[in-house]
Each structure stands twice: as C-alpha cells, then as structure tokens.
C-alpha cells in the first residue's frame, strides 16, 4: 500500500509524527508531500527533526497568502505529485489550506482521500477552518475522526457510512512526549522575567477573527497583560505581524513575548504551568490531556469534550467582564476530576495504518 500524506502546517506536523511512526514498523510506502504553509523553520522544519520524521519526499515551498492565492499554488504544484506517485491513498489531515488543497487534486484525479480528524465542526462559518474541513469530509472517501462527538456529525451530515472512530493522534504524541519529558526533567523555556517554580500561564492568540479587528486585538492583548500571574504569550508571525502593524506592545504588565516553542518544549511549558489562555484548537485540547485548566478565547470549540468538569471555558472577549471575574476564570484551580479519556488510548497512529489497510480501494 502506498500512501502519500499531504501535510503544511504546524499541528499537521504533530499529526504527522504518529502517523509515520506507526508506517515505519510495516512494510507500506509512506510519502510526505509538505507544501509548507508554515514556513518559518520554528513552526515546520523543527518538527521533522523533534519528531524523527524522515525529511519530506516533496517540498512544495508554497509561503503565505490569500486563502484563494494559497490554495491555488498549492493545487497547481500537489497535481503533477500525485499524478506520478498514483498512491492508494491520499491522507490529509486537519483543516488547513493544504488539507482542502490535497483533497481537490486527489478527487478530481479519481484518488482515494482518507481525512484524518475529520468530523470536528465549530459551527461557525465565517472561520476559514470550517469550511475546510466540511468541504474535505464531503469529498473524502474515508473518515477518520477522533472521536464519538465527532462520528456524530458525521453520521448526522449522511456521511457515517463512510466513518471510522480511530481516536486522536495527537494523544498518542502528547502523551509520549510528556512521559519523556517527566522522565528527564526537561526545563520550560520561558523569558528571563518568569520564574518557571512560581505561578505563570501559556498563551497563544492568532485566529484571524481575533488578530484582524486592531479594536479586538488591543482589547484582547490588555486583558492578558493585567492579570495577576504571568502570562508567557507564544507569539506566532502572524500575531507578531499585526501587533507591529497596529502598534502594539505584546511585552507590556504581566504579559511577556516569547517565540514559538518546539513541541517538546510547548509540553514542557504547559506542564510547569497554572494554565493556557489561547484561540488555538489544537493547544486546547493538549492543555486538557495534560491536566491544565485551559481559556479559550473563542466563541466555539471543536473539541467540546474538553469543557466538561471545567477544563476549558470560552472567554471570547475579556474586555466585557469585570476585571475580577477575568481573573478568577483565567487563574481558577483545576477541577478536583481529573480529565478523562474521550480522545482514545494513545494508540491512533496504528490504527489510521489499520483502517487504511481495511478498506483498500480496489484500483
């Protein structure tokens, strides 16, 4: 079986360490088309070094732009790729410009798409990601989601047929690299002003609809800059592009800058800390899995698991509560539960070859 994945952007990568991981042990052809959506070495490169994933069969260099700019490029040059390799299957993953970018050139040259994380919906059309990802499920052939929520929405949009609950990879990388860096002690890299031994939290904020309005953003980035605690806020380019656009400080009161981390590093900061503030999917739920109360800045969540018990709670503009209740929600106690495991045991990655392998189109 050959399988080309069809990866561009940071927590793409993530996923992508599993999954290689688990090919690595068969005897299948696994090729990695990266088209680099993230294209900072700190957000993409780093990645296949932490993660001992061989260097990209292809690497599509295709850089920022507008959504239909970006997509484009990437179609125009994935296209002649997947017209010679004639894969299996073509895996994409999440709901990236890259991720509907593969899934287009695949169907439209009658290849099989498998859709790792699909059946996640937000329910909020005006974020590019959901369309992604409801344009990519219903053009795939094979859906993989992580969860039972998720096969729900899938079976509710007349597509459960095609459905396959393989849990989450980003458990099985989340909980490896914790249990490493538990096992060797790894220190949290943070800026000089914060003490990793007292109270601090993890934050990141890029979602355009946060990023875009320079009202919002202001708004936003004060909310975290006079909380009680420190606030360690992990500033992807796009954040950093429009603070210095708008003219804002993102080192100011309690609020420190600092570049984005390897993921090895971002567990080791999650764990040492009181909590996450973020707009991320993605840090969402590792902040869950790792046992952090995480806020999240949004109206919506992809991952509504993780706000049972009160792990996560949506805070979508700070600026409107009383500073005291923005306080106790950003700096409250974990709940006394611990977080369960809806997400799956860990062992994802073997299961996406499993199922891959299962339903075999006949070509």
């Not at 990645?47 to 920022?64: R, Y």
């Not at 984005?260 to 707009?279: F, I, K």
Request: net charge negative; proline share 7%.
């Amino acid at each position: 079986m050959k399988v080309v994945s069809i990866v561009g952007a940071r927590p793409q990568l993530v996923k992508l360490g599993a999954v290689a991981k688990a090919f690595a042990g068969t005897d299948h052809r696994h090729v990695v088309v990266h088209t680099g959506q993230h294209y900072d070495p700190e957000l993409s490169d780093v990645f296949f070094t932490e993660f001992g994933i061989p260097e990209p069969d292809f690497h599509l260099g295709i850089g920022s732009g507008s959504h239909g700019a970006q997509t484009g490029a990437m179609l125009a040059a994935i296209d002649p790729i997947l017209d010679a390799e004639q894969p299996d299957w073509v895996l994409v993953y999440g709901d990236t410009n890259s991720t509907i970018a593969g899934a287009l050139s695949a169907v439209k040259q009658h290849l099989p798409v498998a859709h790792l994380e699909a059946g996640l919906r937000s329910f909020n059309r005006r974020m590019p990601e959901e369309h992604n990802r409801v344009l990519t499920d219903h053009c795939a052939d094979l859906l993989l989601a992580p969860t039972e929520e998720a096969l729900r929405h899938l079976t509710n949009e007349g597509l459960g047929a095609r459905a396959v609950n393989v849990g989450d990879v980003m458990v099985d990388v989340c909980f490896q690299t914790r249990d490493s860096v538990l096992a060797d002690g790894t220190r949290p890299q943070l800026p000089a002003e914060v003490d990793p031994a007292a109270p601090f939290l993890v934050a990141t904020l890029h979602r355009a609809e946060n990023t875009d309005d320079p009202e919002l953003l202001a708004a936003l980035v004060e909310s975290m800059t006079g909380l009680p605690i420190p606030v360690v806020l992990l500033a992807h380019p796009r954040l950093q592009a429009k603070a210095d656009q708008y003219g804002l400080k993102l080192t100011q009161g309690s609020l420190f800058a600092a570049k984005p981390l390897p993921y090895r590093d971002l567990v080791a900061a999650v764990l040492a800390s009181s909590g996450v503030v973020t707009d991320s999917g993605g840090l969402q739920k590792e902040a869950y899995l790792l046992g952090r109360v995480c806020t999240t800045l949004r109206t919506e969540t992809e991952w509504v698991e993780t706000i049972e018990e009160g792990w996560n709670v949506l805070v979508p503009r700070p600026d409107r509560l009383s500073v005291e209740d923005w306080h106790a929600t950003a700096t409250r106690p974990a709940p006394a539960q611990r977080p369960g495991a809806p997400y799956g045991d860990g062992k994802a990655g073997q299961a996406v070859v499993a199922t891959l392998e299962a339903h075999l189109p006949r070509r």
